[in-house]
């Protein structure tokens, strides 16, 4: 059996289970993955005005946003807020992934820490990742207490709860030391302006309120109408990732700030003094406007097609362009990087299909993305 063999059966083992588990156990997820599939669905027929409505309600909280349109201008951006010679802490974010974001920051002379535990493993690796809510499936333990010994001289033995214990006293110094924490976001709420972020470690809610400056970096598709649709969005990701109920969620909504000295509001309090809002289109807004491929914003990221699908598990977890890997990925490099290739190998198991919690058509997005790979290659109509 090969490393990828034994890690990915090992999660499959892990995972599966637990989600049918929680979805039995909490029987009103159904409903609340239902509202979201609306909730997401109303803001793609009117997304420009949408993400005009979030931009207000950020700035009317004292953040500040941005809507880029592409990977180029989201690194810009991102460089000109940063600047150089600091120490960044980055939650895991697949758009900052998606517009190369930590090695823009390193190459203008940052310090740059990836913190969920699995982002920091293929940060050490420099390898991409496997998985878009584990990143490091592909690794086996071993391989991961060898890999921390080569790159932190420490050997933390062979256990879960030792590997585990030396990447958090690792990551703790460095999360104090932070002068810039950088997140993604789960959802956003165009109501109010604020962004929700589900989670397990406790590595997002430390890099958005521990360093001075918090930048949130997400695709447009995040928006939601309002914050109660946000708040649903989360509850169904963490059940369907398996992680429910979830340790943490985190709603930001703007800098910190205090009323406690006669009820004047005063910002900074105890958290950043500045919120940075990104908002990225990247091939979101075009994919938009073709009803077929438009299914595929609907993904709210939960990472439950890839455990289903008999190619990502044939395939080293190598399908798909990363960040973005499985059914999903197939379906988000056409969306972004204009790259029909992966959708190739769907073999239409159509068990993606059945798990998904947004009902996603994916073979059909798939045979879709198929037919335009053939017709670019024909030369027949540009893809
Ligand atoms: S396509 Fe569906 S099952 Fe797959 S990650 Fe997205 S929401 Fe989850």
Not at 179 to 192: K, P
Request: with cysteine; proline share 6%; charged share 25%.
């Amino acid at each position: 059996m090969s490393d990828w063999d034994i890690a990915i059966k090992r999660g499959v083992e892990h995972n599966v289970p637990r989600v049918f588990k929680v979805l039995r156990e909490h029987p009103y997820l159904e409903d609340l993955a239902r509202k979201v599939r609306e909730g997401k669905l109303e803001v793609l027929s009117n997304l420009d005005h949408y993400i005009e409505m979030t931009m207000k309600s950020v700035e009317m909280i004292g953040g500040k946003a941005y809507f880029v349109e592409n990977a180029e201008q989201a690194r810009e951006i991102v460089g000109k807020i940063v600047g150089s010679g600091k120490r960044v802490v980055m939650g895991k974010s697949m758009v900052a992934y998606e517009t190369g974001i930590r090695k823009y920051l390193q190459s203008i002379g940052n310090e740059v820490w990836e913190t969920d535990l699995g982002e920091l493993l293929i940060q050490f690796a420099d390898e991409p990742p496997s998985h878009i809510i584990a990143p490091a499936v592909h690794m086996t333990r071993e391989r991961i207490r060898e890999l921390i010994k080569e790159k932190l001289g420490i050997d933390p033995g062979d256990k879960h709860e030792d590997i585990v214990r030396v990447a958090r006293e690792f990551l703790r110094q460095k999360f104090l030391t932070a002068d810039i924490g950088i997140t993604g976001a789960n959802a956003v709420a165009a109501d109010a302006g604020s962004i929700v972020l589900v989670e397990n470690e406790g590595n997002i809610r430390m890099s958005s309120v521990v360093p001075p400056v918090h930048i949130s970096i997400t695709g447009v598709e995040k928006i939601l109408p309002n914050l109660e649709y946000a708040m649903y969005e989360v509850l169904v990701q963490a059940a369907y990732a398996g992680l429910y109920p979830p340790t943490y969620i985190n709603v930001t909504s703007g800098p910190s700030s205090t009323g406690d000295v006669e009820q004047k509001r005063v910002s900074p309090a105890h958290g950043p003094k500045e919120f940075h809002l990104i908002l990225v289109d990247n091939g979101r807004r075009k994919a938009n406007e073709d009803p077929v491929l438009r299914e595929a914003l609907l993904c709210i990221r939960c990472g439950r097609c890839h455990f289903h699908c008999p190619v990502y598990r044939a395939l080293d977890g190598k399908w798909g362009d990363p960040p973005y890997s499985g059914p999903m990925g197939a379906m988000w490099s056409g969306v972004v990087y204009n790259d029909y290739k992966p959708a190739l190998l769907c073999s239409h198991a159509g068990n993606c299909r059945e798990v998904c919690p947004m009902k996603i058509n994916i073979p059909k997005v798939l045979e879709y993305l198929k037919s335009k790979y053939f017709m670019m290659k024909a030369g027949t109509r540009e893809g």
